[in-house]
């Protein structure tokens, strides 16, 4: 499976991207999907998860201000992420996968800068 990340770019403080993550299998709509980030010099962190079944997590940092959804019949994922921040910049990656049997794909990174 592969995933195709786009959406990125620049934008001031309290602006808003929307990053999809296309996927080139059916698969996809019966694993996870998830969005993580990596900032300069930093690990990368999770930044927001939904299951299969629709069951949804945010990071602490990101909670109110991102939405991550996907529709399943375009094998595509979203995070829509509003009132960006500074501390927001990142390489932004997409996941998909589950635990058991396991899968894991990662799409190529898509770069979100945030100027203050």
């Known amino acids: 499976v592969q995933l195709q990340a786009c959406g990125g770019g620049l934008v001031h403080a309290g602006g808003s991207l929307r990053l999809s993550c296309a996927a080139s299998?059916?698969?996809?709509?019966?694993?996870?999907l998830g969005w993580y980030r990596q900032a300069p010099g930093k690990q990368r962190e999770l930044v927001a998860t939904?299951?299969?079944?629709?069951?949804?997590t945010y990071a602490d940092a990101v909670k109110g201000r991102f939405t991550i959804s996907r529709e399943n019949a375009k094998k595509t994922g979203y995070l829509q992420m509003n009132s960006l921040k500074a501390e927001d910049t990142g390489v932004y990656y997409c996941?998909?996968?589950?635990?058991?049997?396991?899968?894991?794909?990662w799409g190529q990174g898509t770069q979100v800068t945030v100027s203050s």
């Open positions: 939904m299951s299969a079944g629709g069951i949804i």
């Open positions: 996941y998909a996968g589950r635990s058991s049997p396991r899968l894991s794909y």
């Open positions: 299998s059916n698969i996809f709509s019966i694993i996870t």
